[in-house]
């Protein structure tokens, strides 16, 4: 707590005066005053505080926030609280996580390199935590492992942390003590490094995500952080689809996505439909141009952030998501059986004079799951999707729609894209069949893998 009788702030963290406490410099191998965190007689190491609009365009952070800040002696000043939260990954399912600030994930910290920043990090959880900052240059001391490189912070406890941010690019920060339970129930973010002097093409719209996965089984209120391989939530900042907002993009906009993934076990394709996108950076910062590689999916790993950046030129409606499959689901799972081609005839009617309301389900796939709209269990969602401008949409989990459009008054919500005619799949019609020779009951056939015939032996 920093109000408390007698205390003092040392080394990032709080110390009690008296017998008890040795100054910092008294320590053997503390550093110098020339090296220590900002104080009066050190030689200033870093720039006036960056401003948005000024020396970078802000980032977007879709069904997020931002950490808020204020500039004292031309330092950067933060405060972030590490607190239970009550988090609503989609109407109809929530749960008790740990997060920063009322928010899971922690709000997005956006700096610009050569910034000097504070940070107070305040403890209102029942456990003892720390932050650490994920891929950024910094002293070992501010490094926040836990038992490493400082005490945990006591619950009611607040530390300080402080350093000159000398990079750009796209970082995380997380818990470092006890991080299986603490990352599984939400205690991550993303930090964000403006370059002093930016390179290449400026960007009109710069969407931050963070990637995560959990275990909530259905009826249940608390993710479950001993899980190890069967996660069933799939999130897009906490999100998961159809709760996961849009990016909204005119057309002709130059784009940047920067995806994190702090997911406990799995890497994530993202996959983005209708693009082509360039991969500008790693965690470790921007990838010169000459090394720079088109591709429409990017493998994000686990505990790495990357960055991709294309011109926004064709507009529609683009699916963006996982192309692990089972990661587009919600609340899915392997425990049952597979009933897929299974023929139930008239077992529905039988078993219906018993159990009122039955009906066998699988054997034609998941499809059709939400789109029934059946009774799901307690604090639990349908397993895919929802409605779209066609039919129902069959994905969920962490999926979520890049909406480019011509003429936009405001980056909010359009509403579904009006594919102009001739450019949207139809049912086809018996002229157009006729026409094209199509015969749809005629056996359906094939051309040889090797039109030659030849065989390699």
Same mark, same amino acid.
């Given at each position: ?12 963290a709080?110390l009690l ?6 100054a910092q410099?008294?320590?053997? +191998?503390?550093?110098? &005053? %020339?090296a220590?965190? *900002?104080?009066?007689n050190?030689?200033q190491?870093?720039?006036? =505080? @960056?401003m ?5 365009q ?10 808020p800040?204020?500039?004292?002696d031309?330092v950067?000043v ?13 109407p109809?399912?929530t749960?008790?996580?740990w ?5 899971v994930?922690?709000?997005t910290?956006?700096v610009v390199?050569g910034?000097?920043?504070r940070f107070?990090v ?5 456990a003892g935590t720390?932050?650490h900052?994920? +891929?950024?240059?910094? &002293? %070992?001391?501010?490094? *926040?492992?836990g ?7 006591? =619950? @009611?406890e607040?530390f ?5 941010v000398?990079q ?5 920060y ?6 299986m339970?603490q990352m599984a129930?939400?205690?991550v973010g993303?930090?964000?490094?403006h370059p002093r002097?930016?390179v290449?093409p400026?960007?009109?719209r710069?969407?931050?995500?963070m990637?995560h ?8 209120r608390?993710?479950?952080?001993n899980?190890?391989?069967d996660?069933?939530v799939l ?14 993009v005119?057309?002709g906009?130059?784009?940047?996505m920067?995806?994190?993934?702090l ?12 693009y082509?996108?360039r991969?500008t ?7 010169p141009?000459s ?5 429409t999916?990017?493998l994000?790993p ?7 950046e294309?011109?926004a ?6 699916a963006?998501h996982?192309?692990?499959t089972?990661?587009?689901m919600?609340q899915m799972?392997h425990g049952f ?8 005839d008239?077992l ?17 796939g998941?499809?059709?799951?939400g ?9 639990s ?7 779209g401008p066609?039919?129902y949409?069959?994905?969920g989990?962490?999926?979520t ?5 011509e003429?936009l008054t405001?980056y ?7 594919n102009?005619?001739g450019?949207?799949s139809v049912a086809?019609?018996l ?11 005629a056996p359906s ?13």
């Amino acid at each position: 707590m920093l109000a408390r009788t007698g205390a003092t702030l040392a080394g990032g963290a709080l110390l009690l005066r008296g017998s008890s406490a040795q100054a910092q410099s008294n320590v053997p +191998g503390a550093p110098t &005053p %020339s090296a220590d965190t *900002g104080r009066r007689n050190v030689k200033q190491d870093w720039q006036r =505080p @960056g401003m948005p609009g000024r020396d970078y365009q802000p980032v977007v952070v879709p069904n997020g926030s931002k950490l808020p800040w204020k500039v004292v002696d031309g330092v950067k000043v933060f405060h972030l609280v590490a607190e239970e939260v009550e988090h609503e990954f989609a109407p109809g399912l929530t749960a008790h996580c740990w997060g920063y600030n009322g928010q899971v994930h922690g709000p997005t910290i956006e700096v610009v390199e050569g910034d000097r920043v504070r940070f107070y990090v305040t403890n209102r959880l029942p456990a003892g935590t720390t932050v650490h900052w994920h +891929g950024l240059l910094l &002293p %070992s001391g501010m490094d *926040g492992v836990g038992g490493l490189n400082q005490k945990a912070i006591a =619950p @009611g406890e607040t530390f300080r942390y402080e350093f000159t941010v000398r990079q750009s690019g796209t970082g995380m920060y997380h818990s470092h003590h006890d991080e299986m339970t603490q990352m599984a129930l939400g205690m991550v973010g993303l930090f964000i490094m403006h370059p002093r002097q930016p390179v290449g093409p400026r960007v009109d719209r710069d969407f931050a995500i963070m990637l995560h996965e959990w275990r909530i089984d259905a009826g249940t209120r608390r993710p479950d952080p001993n899980e190890m391989t069967d996660f069933n939530v799939l999130t897009m900042n906490a999100k998961v689809f159809p709760a996961t907002e849009p990016l909204v993009v005119r057309k002709g906009e130059r784009v940047r996505m920067r995806f994190g993934n702090l997911s406990a076990m799995d890497h994530h394709p993202i996959h983005l439909h209708g693009y082509h996108f360039r991969i500008t950076e790693t965690d470790a910062g921007r990838i010169p141009e000459s090394a720079q590689w088109p591709e429409t999916t990017v493998l994000v790993p686990v505990g790495s952030t990357r960055t991709v950046e294309f011109v926004a030129n064709v507009p529609g409606d683009w699916a963006m998501h996982c192309h692990m499959t089972h990661h587009v689901m919600n609340q899915m799972g392997h425990g049952f059986p597979n009933m897929v081609g299974v023929k139930p005839d008239g077992l529905d009617a039988k078993v219906r004079t018993l159990m009122p309301g039955y009906m066998t389900m699988g054997q034609t796939g998941m499809g059709d799951m939400g789109d029934m709209g059946m009774a799901v269990p307690e604090n639990s969602i349908p397993m895919v999707g929802g409605q779209g401008p066609h039919d129902y949409i069959t994905m969920g989990g962490m999926f979520t729609l890049l909406k480019v459009r011509e003429n936009l008054t405001s980056y909010a919500d359009p509403g579904w894209y009006e594919n102009p005619p001739g450019t949207q799949s139809v049912a086809a019609t018996l002229d157009e069949l006729r026409r094209d020779g199509i015969d749809v009951k005629a056996p359906s056939t094939a051309d040889p893998g090797d039109p030659t015939g030849s065989r390699r032996g």
